[in-house]
């Protein structure tokens, strides 16, 4: 796991708000998470992109639909693993 990577992805504010809406949503379709943004769909999926990098949202084939969703685990061990870091 790359700390530093996960970290700067989550600071970017339109990344952090498509963690939210998935959190709040569980599983939503990529349109149904575009209709939360004004953005453009490309930008939006640039952003999903950083965030599958790094293994933050995961992505299930349902059909022609892709349903997106918290990887609620990496999420988790991101949190445990920079709170061991800060403290040594």
């Known amino acids: 796991m790359n700390l530093l990577k996960i970290s700067k992805a989550l600071a970017d504010g339109t990344r952090y708000k498509i963690l ?51 990887n609620k685990k990496m999420l988790e061990k991101y949190f445990e693993t920079l709170k061991m870091e800060l403290v040594k």
């Open 20 to 70: 939210k809406i998935l959190m709040a949503n569980g599983e939503i379709s990529c349109g149904e998470l575009e209709d939360h943004f004004t953005l453009s769909q490309p930008t939006i999926s640039h952003h999903l992109k950083i965030l599958y990098d790094c293994e933050l949202v995961s992505v299930k084939k349902d059909g022609q639909h892709s349903l997106l969703s918290v």
